[in-house]
């Protein structure tokens, strides 16, 4: 069963245009929702996270929303850039106090294709 | 500061061999996780180990094993290789601690079982 679901395996933005990736989840104990950004050939890259006390964190061009009734994030990138082109992760961990950081649960994966 | 490392970078196998991945974790890092990525599953938490203790494990056979050493290095043991095994095999390093934005990862071990 997948707790945490990226339905867009791919999405395509025009270069200045606003970027959406969507990220569902189904486990309510999930307090910590991370955003990765993995190039080809590369690990993934911490990009952005919010804690569920939350419902919005920002960090330059990068936005997430947290909307916990409908255990919904986004992420969106403002504006987008060809070198956004990559593949974004979403992940959540039940952490509590004191949990471990090992054990993130991952999404799919989406594809984000910026063109010039 | 020096990133995380992994030895080695690809890795051909044929089913039945058991294969050993190797992790170099930041300086100052204590924690220690391992994950498989595969077109199919994404990425999957295999182990978190942190001061030599494993603490954390996923949902994987134990033909998957791992173990850290005192200066946090830490190695990824696969026996019995079977053909589905094939994916790229994430190390990533952290600080002790409850956050989790401090996760930084290697960039991979590609392991191809034949």
């Known amino acids: 069963d997948q707790q945490v679901k990226q339905n867009s395996p791919s999405l395509s933005v025009q270069e200045g245009r606003i970027s959406i990736l969507n990220c569902d989840y189904t486990?309510?104990?999930?307090?910590?929702f991370l955003w990765y950004k993995k190039y080809p050939a590369e690990g993934p890259t911490f990009l952005i996270s919010i804690s569920s006390i939350k419902d919005k964190n920002e960090d330059g061009r990068f936005t997430v929303f947290l909307n916990k009734s409908a255990k919904h994030l986004s992420l969106h990138i403002v504006p987008s850039q060809p070198g956004d082109s990559a593949v974004y992760f979403c992940?959540?961990?039940?952490?509590?106090?004191?949990?471990?950081?090992?054990?993130?649960?991952f999404g799919k994966g989406t594809k984000l294709s910026v063109k010039p | 500061k020096a990133g995380v490392t992994q030895t080695p970078r690809y890795l051909i196998k044929t089913r039945g061999q058991q294969v050993t991945l190797s992790c170099s974790p930041i300086?100052?890092?204590?924690?220690v996780s391992w994950y498989q990525q595969t077109p199919g599953q994404g990425l999957q938490f295999l182990f978190e180990y942190f001061s030599e203790t494993q603490r954390n494990k996923g949902n994987f056979p134990g033909r998957f094993s791992g173990r850290q050493f005192s200066n946090s290095r830490s190695e990824m043991n696969v026996s019995t290789l079977e053909l589905g095994d094939s994916a790229l095999y994430l190390c990533?390093?952290?600080?002790?601690?409850?956050?989790?934005?401090?996760?930084?990862f290697g960039p991979g071990t590609r392991l191809t079982v034949l």
């Open positions: 992940a959540a961990s039940a952490m509590g106090y004191g949990g471990s950081q090992g054990n993130l649960i």
């Open positions: 990533a390093s952290s600080t002790s601690g409850p956050s989790t934005d401090t996760q930084y």
């Open positions: 300086s100052g890092h204590r924690s």
């Open positions: 486990n309510s104990m999930f307090d910590y």
